[in-house]
């Protein structure tokens, strides 16, 4: 059973890197790809971006010049850097497999999600 | 704005059927898979529906998903109070090289 689970600070101040780690259990990581999704407060789910055991990445064409993502096969783990946040990034983040192939993408594995808020 | 298109609201009485739509474009639904997520409030969104009309194991078939062109809908049958929930599509944007949801619909079971 594949199971995800999301860690980090939960404020982060203005203009500050909002940094997440994503632990995952049941499965090697050196398979699929692995996304992070946001969802502000009452508002829709945000795909943010993927990577691929491979070093690929895709991002989301309006968070690109701030996200990074990484991943750690020896600890199973995978990791998001925003930088440069503002209250607009305060989100319930979301790590997830995503089981497409290259050019595909869908879901079917969710971290419990973790609120991150944005403020001094 | 979300690049997929959701009616923000639904609602039908216990027992019917309803279905929600997700219109796109050629980049995204027209030429990719359109896959299903239910969220019940307070939780982690669930895979419903994968590969526009496949169903993972354990989600019952009273959810099924369909695609035309550069549109996609989700149908419930056999409505239950229990299936009230948001409902969001998604896909992969070929131009955008990227994930991308529709706005989510809320369903009510009145």
């Known amino acids: 059973q594949v199971q995800l689970q999301e860690s980090g600070p939960g404020l982060v101040k203005p203009s500050e890197t909002l940094s997440l780690t994503c632990t995952v259990s049941?499965?090697?990581?050196?398979?699929?790809?692995w996304s992070w999704i946001r969802q502000p407060a009452g508002k829709g789910l945000e795909w943010i971006g993927r990577?691929?055991?491979?070093?690929?990445?895709n991002y989301n064409t309006s968070l690109k010049s701030r996200v990074t993502l990484s991943l750690d096969t020896s600890k199973n783990q995978f990791s998001l850097n925003l930088r440069s946040v503002t209250a607009a990034d305060t989100a319930v983040y979301y790590c997830?497999?995503?089981?497409?192939?290259?050019?595909?993408?869908?879901?079917?594995?969710w971290g419990q999600g973790t609120l991150v808020t944005v403020s001094s | 704005q979300s690049v997929l298109t959701q009616p923000p609201s639904v609602s039908a009485a216990p027992g019917q059927t309803v279905t929600i739509s997700c219109s796109g474009s050629?980049?995204?639904?027209?030429?990719?898979?359109v896959s299903w997520y239910q969220q019940v409030p307070g939780t982690a969104p669930q895979l419903l529906i994968y590969?526009?009309?496949k169903r993972p194991s354990g989600i019952p078939d009273r959810f099924s998903g369909s695609k035309s062109g550069t549109s996609a809908a989700l149908g419930i049958t056999g409505l239950q109070t229990g299936d009230e929930a948001d409902y969001y599509c998604?896909?992969?944007?070929?131009?955008?090289?990227?994930?991308?949801f529709g706005g989510g619909t809320k369903l009510t079971v009145l």
């Open positions: 997830a497999r995503d089981v497409g192939l290259e050019g595909t993408t869908f879901f079917d594995s």
């Open positions: 590969d526009n009309n």
């Open positions: 998604g896909t992969w944007d070929s131009r955008l090289s990227a994930g991308v």
């Open positions: 049941g499965v090697s990581i050196s398979s699929y790809y």
């Open positions: 050629n980049s995204n639904i027209g030429n990719n898979f």
């Open positions: 990577i691929y055991v491979n070093g690929n990445t």
